[in-house]
């Protein structure tokens, strides 16, 4: 069962077509990734899934739903432009945030209670947006985006602005929301984030896809049988790797090509056979980032 859908969505503006007949589902109860370098058209794709603009084509799906201008009171969207009112106090803008997500008054403020003390950020209740530094201000913007209890949860650079300590307290509540059935959509440049956060990916460029998937099987599809080998001590000089290539070579390891044909299981097997005292022995798998920067070159 999907979350979201979406059926080959264009969108149009005077000169540039920022969607181009993108199709891709979410899964329900899943962290996906919406990847792509900027001006892809990821924004775009964003503001027509909370329907602050709609696309000219294409069909869009929520919850089995055709999308309309209710289920955005299902979703959290936190935009990587900040949008909150610095005039306004904290308390204050979260209850008219939340009000405006169709809370009444009394759960408005039992929620901001508890977000407040869980954060341990009560004595900022009174505070001005304003005088909140750019990371504390991203705490209560995240505050914003959740208290409604969203079925979707859509996170533009989320850890922008904030430090370690914090950046680690608001991925272990995004884990934890994805635990209790939250679907989340994770929108970043950040690829290293990707690889530790998202379990499924759509990227984008040019407002095209280019590469959907599970990131563990888009890893393994991406991979070129490169193998890791290092040892206890130097590199045997005797050994002979005529089906193999060496790609590259330190006093202690090497990194080899596998001939396709070949098994890499006969390299190992040559090695210990040849007496090589081996310490480690893996494949490298590409990152995320490899592969991104490789889809939007080709």
Same mark, same amino acid.
């Given at each position: 069962?999907n979350?979201?859908?979406?059926h080959?969505?264009? =969108?149009?503006?005077?000169?540039?077509?920022?969607?181009?007949?993108?199709?891709?589902?979410?899964p329900?109860g899943?962290?996906?990734?919406l990847l792509g370098?900027n001006?892809a058209?990821?924004?775009s794709?964003?503001?027509?899934?909370?329907?602050?603009?709609?696309? !000219?084509?294409?069909?869009?799906?929520?919850?089995? $739903?055709?999308?309309?201008?209710?289920?955005?009171?299902?979703?959290?969207?936190?935009p990587?432009?900040?949008g909150l009112?610095?005039?306004?106090k904290?308390y204050?803008?979260?209850k008219?945030?939340?009000?405006?997500?169709?809370?009444?008054s009394?759960?408005?403020s039992?929620r901001?209670?508890f977000?407040?003390?869980?954060?341990d950020?009560?004595?900022w209740k009174?505070?001005k947006?304003?005088?909140?530094?750019?990371?504390?201000?991203?705490?209560?913007?995240?505050i914003?985006?959740?208290?409604?209890d969203? =079925?979707?949860?859509?996170?533009?650079?989320?850890?922008?602005?904030l430090d370690p300590i914090n950046?680690?307290?608001i991925?272990?509540?995004?884990?934890?929301?994805?635990r209790?059935?939250?679907s989340?959509?994770?929108s970043?440049h950040?690829m $290293?984030?990707?690889?530790?956060?998202?379990e499924?990916?759509?990227?984008?460029n040019?407002?095209? =896809?280019?590469?959907?998937?599970?990131?563990?099987?888009?890893?393994?599809?991406?991979? =070129?049988?490169?193998?890791?080998?290092s040892f206890?001590?130097s590199?045997?000089d005797h050994?002979?790797?005529?089906?193999?290539?060496?790609i590259?070579?330190s006093?202690?390891?090497?990194?080899?090509?596998?001939? $396709?044909?070949?098994?890499?299981?006969?390299?190992?097997?040559?090695?210990?056979?040849?007496g090589? !005292?081996?310490?480690s022995?893996?494949?490298?798998?590409?990152?995320?980032?490899e592969?991104?920067?490789?889809?939007?070159?080709?």
């Amino acid at each position: 069962m999907n979350i979201l859908e979406l059926h080959d969505v264009v =969108k149009e503006y005077k000169t540039n077509t920022a969607v181009d007949h993108v199709s891709f589902a979410v899964p329900k109860g899943k962290i996906f990734g919406l990847l792509g370098p900027n001006g892809a058209g990821k924004t775009s794709l964003i503001r027509i899934i909370t329907t602050i603009t709609m696309a !000219d084509r294409g069909k869009i799906l929520f919850d089995g $739903e055709e999308l309309d201008f209710n289920h955005p009171h299902e979703i959290g969207y936190l935009p990587e432009e900040r949008g909150l009112y610095k005039k306004m106090k904290v308390y204050e803008q979260l209850k008219y945030l939340g009000q405006l997500k169709g809370l009444s008054s009394a759960e408005c403020s039992k929620r901001i209670n508890f977000w407040l003390k869980k954060f341990d950020i009560e004595s900022w209740k009174s505070k001005k947006i304003e005088e909140l530094s750019k990371g504390m201000q991203q705490k209560i913007q995240f505050i914003a985006t959740v208290l409604h209890d969203p =079925k979707l949860l859509i996170l533009d650079e989320p850890f922008s602005g904030l430090d370690p300590i914090n950046t680690n307290l608001i991925k272990d509540e995004i884990a934890d929301m994805n635990r209790r059935g939250v679907s989340i959509i994770f929108s970043t440049h950040r690829m $290293e984030q990707v690889e530790e956060i998202c379990e499924e990916i759509v990227m984008i460029n040019n407002g095209k =896809k280019v590469l959907e998937g599970n990131v563990d099987q888009i890893k393994e599809k991406f991979k =070129k049988n490169h193998f890791y080998i290092s040892f206890n001590s130097s590199v045997p000089d005797h050994i002979s790797l005529d089906n193999f290539s060496i790609i590259e070579k330190s006093d202690s390891a090497i990194t080899v090509a596998v001939t $396709e044909g070949h098994h890499p299981n006969i390299l190992l097997k040559y090695l210990l056979n040849e007496g090589a !005292d081996i310490k480690s022995y893996h494949e490298i798998l590409p990152s995320i980032n490899e592969i991104f920067i490789e889809r939007v070159k080709a």
